[in-house]
């Protein structure tokens, strides 16, 4: 009998090793298949990186750029104004939006003290000449001297806030024509001729939350009169202002 137990209890531990190693094996095949599902898992999460990265770009907006000869009307406004014989004559008290597409006019300020008080006056823009400097900054000169800008007429607005003057522009709010959304107008682009191309705002109607400063054509910007201030609107959609490009900044 004990000849027969020995090897019947080989074949046992045979048969245990072999149950062993199929349980190893399973545990391989379990591990790699753990490894599959975590690969594609990664995959999937990259793959939506990728597509929000890709809106993003989708998303960026284009630069504006100056022409040679633009500049802002708040950087006008406040010059001196250099006369025939290099002196100060004036100030550029505000600016005169002409309408229909006609050249604006300075409105200057004569005597008073640092630009305050003095009379008001205007001057077409075709009386002066208006460079810009390195800085790209407007300076103003004219072929004229104190005592000519005696017998100019004194400036008259003829009603309180009709958007005429660019200060009155700069700084209000302006509803978008097409939609119960606004946006803030604040600064106005001009050209050395005295045209008013573009008006700057600021975003906050297009759905992206930002201080950028946004260019549009002046002339989608219209005042509404009313019973006694006029309105201003914009004939832009929230959807065109998200493609409205970015004042690029000189300094």
């Known amino acids: 009998m004990k000849h027969y137990i020995a090897p019947i209890g080989a074949v046992a531990a ?3 090793l072999a149950a062993c190693s199929g349980a190893d094996t399973t545990v391989d095949t379990a591990a790699a298949n753990d490894t599959t599902a975590h690969t ?3 995959d999937t999460t990259d793959t939506t990186v990728d597509n929000t990265s890709m809106d993003e770009t989708e998303m960026a907006r284009a630069s504006y750029v100056m022409a040679a ?3 802002e009307a708040s950087e006008l406004i406040g010059d001196d104004i250099i006369g025939a014989d290099g002196e100060k004559i004036a100030t550029v008290a505000d600016v005169l939006i002409g309408k229909d597409g006609a050249p604006s006019q300075i ?3 004569d005597g008073g ?3 305050v008080a003095g009379d008001l006056g205007t001057l077409p823009f075709s009386s002066v000449t208006v460079k810009l400097d390195a ?3 407007p300076e103003v000169s004219a072929a004229l001297v104190d005592e000519s800008l005696e017998g100019v007429a004194e400036f008259e607005q003829d009603g309180l806030n009709d958007y005429s003057l660019a200060s009155e522009l700069m700084g209000t709010n302006a509803e978008l024509a097409v939609a119960d959304n606004y946006t803030r107008i604040t600064d106005l682009i001009m050209d050395t001729d005295g045209h008013v191309k573009h008006a700057v705002v600021t975003d906050g109607v297009s759905g992206v939350a930002s201080d950028e400063r946004l260019v549009i054509d002046f002339n989608a910007i219209t005042v509404v009169q009313g019973d006694s201030e006029g309105e201003v609107m914009v004939n ?3 959807e065109q202002m998200k493609t409205a490009p970015v004042l690029h900044d000189m300094d």
């Open 14 to 16: 045979i048969a245990l």
């Open 40 to 42: 594609e898992m990664t």
């Open 69 to 71: 000869g633009e500049y």
């Open 107 to 109: 409105v200057f300020r």
């Open 113 to 115: 003290i640092l630009g």
């Open 135 to 137: 800085e790209g900054e």
């Open 236 to 238: 832009k959609t929230p």
